[in-house]
């Protein structure tokens, strides 16, 4: 039921899609028109993509298909000791429905035949973070916006 794609050209409005859905909490706070708000978001996924692949060379960049619906983004970066998810994250009528939690699964699997960590920072207010929690995720820092988290499968 979950599958994955290296993300294209042609996935760009869903990716901006779903990252415009990551950020309607703050845009609603606005009295920005439309067109303000999304040259917004094209500007900020613009300049967090540029980032993403600056700071992490050779990251891979997919979309996560369930039932073969586009319904999120992960882009991960794997180093000698580490598998480091850059970002996962779902639309909203994908949330809830154990996707992300079997795709961390899965990945802290991976981590534990390869003798590596899996590590990510997520907004100390995402609800996710419960579910980092849950799965082994223990905090290693935090810069009052993020908090770092890293698991360590046995």
């Known amino acids: 039921m979950i599958t994955f794609k290296n993300i294209e050209n042609r996935d760009q409005r869903f990716i901006e899609k779903l990252y415009r859905s990551t950020r309607e909490k703050e845009l609603n706070l606005t009295n920005w028109p439309e067109e303000v708000k999304h040259s917004f978001i094209i500007m900020q996924l613009t300049a967090q993509l540029a980032d993403y692949k600056s700071k992490y060379?050779?990251?891979?960049?997919?979309?996560?298909?369930?039932?073969?619906?586009?319904?999120?983004?992960?882009?991960?970066?794997?180093?000698?000791?580490d598998i480091h998810i850059i970002d996962i994250s779902l639309l909203p009528e994908f949330q809830g429905k154990g996707i992300?939690?079997?795709?961390?699964?899965?990945l802290i699997n991976s981590a534990r035949q390869k003798s590596k960590m899996v590590s990510l920072y997520v907004i100390r207010d995402n609800p996710a973070k419960r579910l980092y929690q849950r799965l082994g995720f223990k905090k290693v820092s935090d810069n009052n916006m993020h908090e770092y988290m890293e698991c360590h499968p046995g």
Request: proline share 3%; hydrophobic share 35%; net charge positive.
């Open 100 to 106: 992300g939690n079997k795709i961390l699964k899965e």
């Open 57 to 81: 060379p050779g990251a891979t960049f997919q979309v996560i298909l369930y039932k073969k619906k586009q319904a999120g983004r992960l882009y991960l970066w794997e180093s000698k000791n």
